[in-house]
């Protein structure tokens, strides 16, 4: 084989691979775009979950510690608490330019009575943050103002009360769409947190 038609075989040798290569990356290309945008939307995922539940404790805990609590404090402390999701978004636009809320907020005081079930004597949920859609998995409240009657409370997790026990119950719901791969993972996220009270009971309707 003369020198010409080696230079040109070696010539058309090298388009060839470089044709090869670019189809191999051409046909891969979708998959290591899924991979990184799954990456993405997990890691975001895993943000909003911890996020979710760190509210629910910090709220739980924040409230016990009050011997008494009002309204005004309870707004306080659920706004508070809505500050922690950022950098996360706590609004979804849903019909032009009308907006509802990705996060609910509700504090409820369950307490039982001697040789009865425990029951809800008060329930929270306001502040700058909606409950568009979303409602309480622990229970609802009665309309007295000394915890003498309420709706019996479901406890989560398995949890029982002695007689005589108060427990402050914090739900946290939040609404995830992910960034990229909506069809898997958008779901709404539902954290509970139970403490008991530190100095009294607050079994007492806020005012």
């Given at each position: 084989m003369s020198p010409m038609v080696?230079?040109?075989?070696?010539?058309?040798?090298h388009r060839a691979r470089?044709?090869?290569a670019a189809l191999e990356f051409a046909l891969t290309l979708p998959i290591w775009m899924a991979l990184l945008?799954?990456?993405?939307?997990?890691?975001?995922?895993?943000?909003?979950s911890e996020k979710t539940d760190r509210i629910a404790y910090t709220i739980t805990d924040i409230v016990t510690q009050y011997q008494t609590i009002s309204l005004a404090n309870l707004a306080d402390i659920v706004?508070?608490?809505?500050?922690?999701?950022?950098?996360?978004?706590?609004?979804?636009?849903?019909t032009g330019s009308d907006t509802?809320?990705?996060l609910t907020i509700i504090v409820?005081?369950?307490?039982?009575?001697?040789?009865?079930?425990?029951?809800v004597c008060w329930q929270y949920s306001g502040g700058l943050v909606s409950t568009s859609g979303v409602g309480s998995l622990i229970g609802s409240p009665g309309?007295?103002?000394?915890?003498?009657?309420?709706?019996?409370?479901?406890?989560?997790?398995?949890?029982?009360?002695?007689?005589?026990?108060?427990?402050i119950i914090a739900e946290v719901s939040?609404?995830?769409?992910?960034?990229?791969?909506?069809q898997f993972l958008a779901q709404t996220l539902y954290r509970v947190a139970v403490y008991k009270p530190r100095l009294s009971p607050l079994t007492k309707k806020p005012t």
């Open positions: 080696e230079k040109r075989f070696a010539s058309w040798r470089r044709g090869i945008l799954g990456v993405g939307d997990g890691s975001y995922f895993f943000l909003a706004l508070a608490g809505a500050q922690l999701m950022q950098p996360l978004p706590t609004t979804i636009t849903t509802s809320s990705r409820s005081s369950v307490y039982k009575p001697t040789g009865q079930n425990p029951i309309s007295s103002t000394d915890c003498s009657s309420g709706g019996t409370a479901t406890l989560p997790n398995g949890l029982t009360l002695n007689n005589g026990d108060n427990v939040y609404r995830f769409t992910p960034l990229f791969v909506d």
